[in-house]
């Protein structure tokens, strides 16, 4: 199943432990993984990034096409480019810095601000 979806073993056996560990042990559809190994408890995409990650406005649209709104997580750099706008922003539900820098147009920082969850850096260019 795993290579079916284009997935790792260990990271659906990990993703199961990590549901289990928070108390989502009662996921019995069967279509476990289904956005890319990485739902919440709600069922919401989160992207989560540990290294880096440039997203344009055409990326964020197509997630948002593929998986819904969604949520960010980081803990590496990601990078905003410029032609991200306001449209773009409201396909994503939040934006977890937990470490590590996201770079955001210096036009849109007050928008990052308001979705945004802050333990690392949110800078502006």
């Known amino acids: 199943m795993a290579k079916k979806d284009g997935k790792r073993v260990a990271d ?3 993703l199961a432990l990590k549901d289990f560990l928070d108390g989502d042990n009662n996921n019995n559809d069967g279509d476990f993984g289904k956005k890319s ?3 919440t408890n709600n069922g919401s995409f ?4 540990d290294g880096e990650i440039k997203l344009s406005k055409r990326d964020i649209f197509g ?3 593929e998986v819904g709104r969604f949520l960010i997580e980081n803990t590496g750099r990601l990078i905003f480019e410029k032609d991200t706008d306001k449209d773009s922003l409201k ?4 934006i977890i810095i ?3 820098t996201v770079e955001v147009p210096r036009a849109l920082y007050h928008l990052f601000l308001q ?3 802050i333990h690392g850096k ?3 260019y």
Not at 46 to 49: K, M, P
Not at 91 to 94: A, L, V
């Open 12 to 14: 659906l056996v990990n």
């Open 37 to 39: 190994g990485n739902p």
């Open 46 to 49: 989160v992207l989560r990034n």
């Open 63 to 65: 997630l948002k096409r």
């Open 91 to 94: 396909h994503i539900e939040n």
């Open 98 to 100: 937990h470490s590590g």
């Open 115 to 117: 979705i945004s969850e």
């Open 122 to 124: 949110l800078e502006k």
